[in-house]
């Protein structure tokens, strides 16, 4: 299937018009509409239901749409690298980094690698560990920040030198505020705003012996910013690593540990057998001999 085809279909479905799509895309209107019938015979379902005015994707339209964008995505990051192949100054490095105290350690590493290779560009991507994990298995992403556990039969990958210590972020008007450490009846005590993984959810109350059932969870969240706006309000306490707070910062809010204390490994991490461009390479040999180094 022609790339093109796809940027026609996803023109029309961003636009929801085929006339701004095609005045977009500087093509007739004549050409998109033949396009994306002849698209929707070759997938054998209808893409879009046609308004007079406005197209509107079909459920099999929005999921296409979602594989189309990735496909899109991954060509254009696919051309990005072979053109940089050769080229030693230049190119563009994409990084997925989860939100804790390593990314203090992306930003200075990338103020380093930039000095010595000033041409090179970056895509940097924040989110939770499973989200990191996709985009490196659909080759969104050259590497991964991650905390571990990491999956060794899928990623290579070397240790960095930060642990997170787990706690629970509250308000400075909470009693919790003027302990040194929370124990198990601290966690029992509070709705919680839990990690959204249930894996985590479960492994966090098992470290207190008790059962996710027996934690008053009011929500749960992927990234400390929202939730840490309901702590602000009164909602509740997040459950989170300090270094998720350390790199926010709040007047009104403070990270208290958990007893005894519990910590967290990062990685560095790429998908195995893949092969990078030079600034890639690069990039990963300087965070390797500087980390190393700490």
């Known amino acids: ?28 209107q004549p050409t998109i509409s033949r396009q994306l019938m002849d698209l929707e015979e070759n997938v054998g379902t209808p893409l879009m239901i046609r308004g007079k005015r406005q197209v509107t994707l079909t459920e099999a339209g929005v999921l296409f749409q979602q594989r189309a964008e990735e496909i899109v995505a991954l060509m254009e990051k696919t051309l990005r690298d072979v053109s940089d192949l050769d080229d030693l100054l230049g190119g563009t490095v994409s990084i997925g980094c989860v939100e804790t105290r390593a990314s203090r350690m992306l930003a200075k590493a990338l103020k380093g690698f930039s000095a ?16 990191i994990r996709e985009k490196l298995d659909q080759g969104e992403l050259d590497f991964g920040i991650l905390v571990e556990p990491v999956e060794v039969a899928k990623y290579d990958f070397f240790r960095l030198p930060y642990q997170e210590v787990w706690g629970m972020l509250v308000s400075r008007d909470d009693p919790l505020a003027q302990k040194s450490s929370l124990d198990q009846e601290d966690l029992l005590s509070r709705p919680l705003i839990m990690p959204q993984r249930e894996i985590v ?34 909602l509740g306490c997040v459950v989170c690593t300090g270094g998720c707070f350390e790199i926010r910062g709040g007047e009104r809010l403070k990270f208290v540990p958990f007893t005894p204390e519990r910590t967290t490994g990062h990685v560095f991490a790429w998908k195995k057998n893949r092969v990078f461009h030079s600034a890639a390479s690069r990039f990963r040999d300087y965070i390797r001999e500087t980390e190393a180094a700490e």
């Open 116 to 131: 010595q290779y000033p041409k090179v560009q970056y895509d940097l991507y924040s989110g939770i560990g499973d989200d």
């Open 201 to 234: 959810q479960d492994h966090i109350a098992g470290w207190f012996g008790v059962e996710r059932s027996q934690l008053n969870i009011f929500a749960s969240h992927s990234l400390i910013n929202n939730a840490a706006l309901l702590v602000e309000e009164g």
């Open 1 to 28: 299937m022609d790339i093109r085809l796809l940027e026609y279909y996803l023109a029309v479905a961003k636009q929801g018009n085929i006339t701004r799509a095609a005045e977009q895309l500087h093509v007739t």
